[in-house]
């Protein structure tokens, strides 16, 4: 194992190399272009063997992708926010005809405005496609992901395609030491692609033909239990490589002292990496705080956050994006999961730090003192769900 | 004795697809196939061919094939191409086998792409003229004065207003070494050169004429005979571009056009000026790829 200083988008094109990608259709997207530069570069050192496809789009990355996958190829592409939105309907394709790309995405604001910065809308309207969603918050962990991802969305019992998610600039293009570990451990990890149908003119057979509705229910449902399936194999893959490597990203879900914790704040990418910092600060004053980072999206990690449903007395959900006219995607996805929960704890939206805002340690402090004083005395004037530093005066100045 | 044969006997298209009767390009898969052989895997968007291999679990293609969105044909056939190269799987041929609507419309972008990169893979565009599979709409390919659901005769003559974009003529701008026309009324020219291109690397281009007696409004008995007065008329002509050199491959004598437009229930509307118009619009375009065959020839015989 080396030690490299790597930005998100080096340790995601490292993780490629790693994993033995071997067609990568990619298209340049700011911030994810270098990703695409790292990977030509690797290829022309004579560092990585793989095809890489100069595609004319993301659409036709995608599609190149799956097909590559279908012949029997592990296939990788990375993007970002509108490229990620072009691919829409072919990450869709990609689930439905069972082949799992792995696709890396640099979230970023979604236009108009123009904006290049962190921003979460990009894959949070990607939940319903039938991608595994991983998210990160550090450029190990991206490494290391591109690896597992591979490693659960191949699995004969998943065969499901897999987003992984960093955050635009704070990783794309932030250097931190990560450690490279061995081509031949990572060998040892994951045994490369060999799914059981593919094309093949020796045993002709047709992938994504026509059904009738009949048949067409019972796709979807093993799509589901696929789905579903993948939790277990997430938290085995995690142990695996934290066995190898000493490394656990938390299985389906990084809770960070939440065990006695009364008041949680749960939230994805790097703004949670500052909230536990604050955790321990505030730890060491005795608060009973502590932080639920997300690590899956799909399939939702239910059971982790009934967990901290037994335990906590309120749960904070930050989210970087917002679903018009329905609250904080986050937000909705927990309290989706405490309905029909006995006893639920206090549940409160903070849409914070969107379109790549700074989220500061005085923020996250001031989102716990919120929580913890609406937890006693209901919601304020702002209501259940609050864009929290507005500069309407909606949130105190002090606080902004 | 016997004669020989000038069509290959090995059948990779059994009995049984969902076609309508005479469709033209249940035609044009079946010599296609019969000129690709065993070793080929098919890519296949949106379109009647999605729909003719029949309802899962049934195919009747007995290659490979890969069912790809409507727009998607040029970046699947690259894909799986780049899959074979990293798998290290040779002489396979990869071909993409889509409509007028997916080639000249929706599926132009990825096939450019392809085509740009120089991809080895043979694309198919089987040419019926409108998208046939969601009920005869207009696409590019859809002649000056045709009747569609989208471009209805209705009281204000609402037919297509704009001549038959010119596929070949972008698939030239792009350099590639091989493109052809075809029609499936001429097996043997078809067969032959699908054969040739493949025989050559990089990205191919075949245009197939494919007469559609459902959305053409048509005697599905004309189906072969259609394509003999497309040729006639100058409505469809054949011919290839080789590294940028054009041969009409077929000149036949010109017939009028009316005679052909009336066995069309697509075209029956159109006035006796409108005719005119079209008839002088596609006598132009031949006499241009007479011009162009002239002129690529001599340059390439003078340039040896
Ligand atoms: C993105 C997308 N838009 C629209 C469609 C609907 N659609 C399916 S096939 C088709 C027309 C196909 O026309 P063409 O390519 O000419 O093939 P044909 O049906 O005539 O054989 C359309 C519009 C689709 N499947 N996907
Ligand atoms: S609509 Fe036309 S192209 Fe489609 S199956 Fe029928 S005849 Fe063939
Ligand atoms: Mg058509």
């Not at chain 1, 530069?37 to 560092?47: M, P, Q, T």
């Not at chain 1, 789009?57 to 990620?84: D, I, K």
């Not at chain 1, 329905?326 to 006893?343: C, F, K, R, W």
């Not at chain 2, 989208?150 to 609402?158: C, E, H, I």
Request: net charge negative.
């Amino acid at each position: 194992m080396v030690k490299e200083l790597l930005t998100g988008n080096k340790a995601t094109a490292y993780g490629a190399m790693l994993a033995r990608a071997q067609v990568i259709p990619a298209y340049p997207i700011t911030p994810q272009t270098t990703i695409v530069e790292r990977i030509a570069d690797l290829i022309s050192e004579g560092r990585m063997e793989a095809k890489f496809v100069k595609v004319e789009s993301e659409h036709s990355a995608m599609a190149a992708a799956v097909a590559a996958c279908n012949t029997g190829a592990r296939a990788f592409t990375a993007t970002s926010s509108h490229g990620l939105a072009l691919m829409h309907e072919v990450l869709m394709w990609a689930a439905g005809a069972r082949t799992p790309v792995v696709v890396v995405n640099v979230n970023r604001a979604m236009g108009p405005p123009w904006s290049v910065w962190a921003d979460h809308q990009d894959a949070m309207a990607e939940r319903d496609t039938g991608i595994i969603q991983f998210w990160c918050e550090n450029n190990q962990e991206i490494l290391d992901t591109v690896i597992m991802a591979h490693k659960v969305a191949e699995d004969p019992d998943i065969m499901l395609p897999a987003l992984i998610n960093q955050d635009a600039f704070f990783l794309s293009h932030t250097s931190e030491p990560v450690d490279v570990p061995d081509q031949e451990m990572v060998d040892r990890f994951l045994p490369p692609f060999n799914p059981k149908e593919k094309l093949d003119v020796d045993d002709p057979k047709g992938f994504g033909s026509l059904v009738m509705p009949p048949q067409y229910m019972e796709f979807r449902a093993k799509m589901a239990k696929s789905m579903d399936m993948a939790r277990d194999l997430i938290r085995k893959v995690d142990r695996e490589w934290e066995e190898l490597t000493g490394r656990s990203y938390g299985g389906m879900m990084d809770m960070y002292r939440c065990d006695d914790a009364e008041f949680i704040l749960f939230g994805a990418g790097t703004m949670m990496s500052t909230a536990k910092d604050v955790v321990d600060d505030m730890r060491n004053e005795g608060r009973k705080v502590g932080i639920a980072r997300l690590r899956i999206l799909r399939p939702f990690p239910f059971e982790e956050v009934r967990y901290l449903a037994d335990r906590v007395k309120a749960i904070g959900v930050m989210d970087r994006t917002y679903t018009f006219g329905q609250g904080g995607p986050l937000y909705n996805e927990v309290n989706a999961q405490l309905y029909n929960h006995t006893n639920p704890p206090f549940t409160k939206n903070y849409v914070i730090g969107v379109g790549g805002r700074d989220v500061i340690p005085r923020h996250i402090r001031s989102l716990f003192d919120d929580l913890e004083k609406v937890q006693e005395n209901g919601y304020g004037e702002e209501g259940e769900i609050h864009w929290w530093g507005l500069l309407d005066g909606s949130t105190p100045k002090e606080e902004m | 004795m016997m004669a020989k044969l000038t069509i290959p006997e090995e059948e990779l298209m059994s009995p049984g697809h969902m076609g309508c009767l005479g469709c033209g390009a249940t035609q044009a898969m079946r010599y296609v196939l019969k000129a690709a052989g065993k070793r080929t895997i098919l890519s296949i968007p949106a379109c009647c061919w999605a729909v003719m291999p029949g309802v899962w679990p049934n195919t009747c293609l007995q290659v490979p094939e890969l069912y790809t969105p409507f727009e998607t044909t040029g970046a699947s056939i690259s894909g799986i191409r780049a899959a074979l190269d990293a798998l290290g799987q040779e002489d396979i041929n990869v071909i993409g086998f889509a409509g007028d609507g997916g080639t000249a419309d929706i599926g132009i972008q990825a096939l450019s792409g392809t085509a740009d990169r120089e991809d080895d893979v043979l694309y198919i565009m089987y040419d019926n003229e409108a998208y046939m599979n969601t009920g005869i709409q207009r696409s590019g390919s859809t002649p000056l004065g045709t009747w569609t659901t989208t471009t209805p005769v209705g009281v204000k003559g609402d037919w297509e207003k704009s001549p038959k974009k010119n596929v070949t003529a972008i698939m030239a701008a792009h350099g590639i070494p091989y493109i052809a026309t075809a029609t499936t009324g001429y097996p043997e020219d078809l067969i032959r050169k699908v054969k040739k291109a493949l025989s050559i690397k990089g990205t191919k281009f075949i245009q197939i004429f494919s007469p559609c007696p459902t959305g053409w409004k048509m005697d599905p008995a004309l189906t072969v005979s259609i394509t003999k007065e497309a040729l006639s008329t100058r409505a469809f002509n054949l011919f290839e571009i080789e590294n940028g050199v054009y041969r009409i491959t077929m000149k036949p004598k010109k017939t009028p056009l009316k005679e052909y437009l009336m066995k069309q229930g697509r075209f029956r509307h159109m006035p006796d000026d409108l005719i005119a118009k079209v008839e002088a619009g596609l006598d132009t375009a031949y006499e241009n790829l007479l011009h162009l065959e002239e002129f690529t020839q001599k340059k390439a015989g003078s340039s040896q």
